[in-house]
Structure formats: C-alpha cells, structure tokens
C-alpha cells in the first residue's frame, strides 16, 4: 500500500510544531492496515475481523515528513486458522523508515 504524508494530515500541526515528523504508531497503523486488507481478502477470511494482537522489534530507521510517500509492505510469515504473525517494512523510496514483527488473531 501506500500513503502521501500530506500537510493537512491530522497530526501536522502537533507532531512536531515548526518540523512535522510522522508519528511512529501512525506508521504501524498503517502497516497494519495494509496487512488487515490483504489477509481479509483471501478466501478463508472473507467477512472476517483481523484484530491486532502485538508489535515485536519495532524500529524505526528514518524521519517521515511532509511530502514523503510511505510503500507499506506486508509479508504474512506464519498464519493459523485464527493467528498469524507479519513483517511490516515502510519505505521512503528505497530507504526503509519503520520494520517491525506483529501478530494478529481473526475474529468473526
């Protein structure tokens, strides 16, 4: 997936005053968006919740700013019937910004 960090974006104005910087767990819920669409849209959970259960080894390499365009790649590692866990990668171009493990569970 992908999000332009945007002037007008929410947090712009608070997160930092005079040097927007994109907040880190902003960066995650996006990841962990991008993950929720691609693990629903397969057949076995289709019409079915992913609720996030937990973040491993969140590090965040770059600053996010204004203007930058985030790539959000998700790659499921191992998945249960109703657990799974991910690595989150986001990108500013080909510089990694944010990596992190996280785990989901599947509700109905």
């Known amino acids: ?8 974006d929410f947090w712009v ?3 930092f005053p005079g040097m927007p910087v994109m907040p880190g767990v902003l960066i995650i819920e996006a990841l962990a ?25 969140a590090k965040f ?19 249960r019937p109703f657990y799974g866990i991910g690595n989150f990668k986001a990108y500013v171009g080909d510089e990694l910004a ?3 493990t996280c785990s989901f569970v599947v509700g109905k």
């Open 1 to 8: 997936g992908y999000k332009i960090v945007q002037e007008d």
């Open 13 to 15: 104005k608070g997160h």
């Open 33 to 57: 968006q991008v993950g929720a669409v691609c693990l629903l849209s397969a057949d076995p959970f289709k019409g079915k919740i992913a609720f996030f259960a937990g973040i491993e080894n």
């Open 61 to 79: 390499r770059r600053k996010v700013l204004v203007g930058d365009t985030l790539r959000l790649e998700v790659e499921i590692s191992k998945l």
């Open 98 to 100: 944010c990596e992190a």
